[in-house]
């Protein structure tokens, strides 16, 4: 068996609490929320499968958090942080509270990224029919709003991955 977020309600909520507790972490600025969360889930019997998505998890949280340390971070920053550890629920999940403030095309700018993110969180799960429709909402408007995408994504390159969705995602940090 695999991890499987999708079909598995234990899975699901691994992937939830994991994701919550670091959010809370990336704004804190240490590990402490996820270490909580971990004692919480160890306290369950889980499978070898679990331990290996959290143990996975952890160590991409923590080069996230060893970035964070040296960069100056906005909403975009942290969010291609996530993208290129390939954390793309996470990402998601971090875009969201902007994404509900937001308000006209940054709010429609939000939720393509959202939806960008989506896209290869729905393919690692090989739902490809639903990431195909995701990435084709997302390009609808970044596409036509080329302007608007931060520099950091590098438009071009987010564009074209959406497109063909047969490579690997792209990274955006050097």
Avoid at 106 to 127: D, F, M, N, V
Avoid at 143 to 165: V, Y
Wanted: aromatic share 10%.
């Amino acid at each position: 068996m695999s991890f499987a977020p999708f079909e598995n309600r234990l899975c699901r909520d691994i992937r939830n609490d994991l994701a919550e507790s670091f959010l809370t972490a990336i704004q804190e600025r240490c590990m402490e929320p996820v270490d909580r969360t971990l004692l919480v889930l160890k306290q369950q019997e889980l499978a070898p499968w679990h331990l290996d998505y959290i143990d996975n998890r952890l160590a991409r949280y923590q080069t996230i958090l060893a970035h964070l340390e040296s960069i100056p971070a906005d909403i975009f920053t942290t969010a291609v942080l996530l993208w290129d550890q390939a954390l793309f629920f996470e990402c998601h999940e971090w875009l969201e509270p902007f994404w509900i403030q937001a308000q006209g095309r940054e709010k429609k700018l939000i939720q393509a990224l959202i939806r960008s993110a989506g896209t290869y969180a729905l393919l690692e799960a090989g739902r490809t029919p639903g990431a195909k429709k995701t990435a084709e909402k997302a390009l609808a408007f970044l596409t036509a709003n080329t302007s608007l995408i931060p520099g950091i994504f590098t438009s071009a390159r987010l564009i074209a991955a959406l497109k063909s969705l047969d490579s690997p995602p792209p990274k955006f940090m050097p």
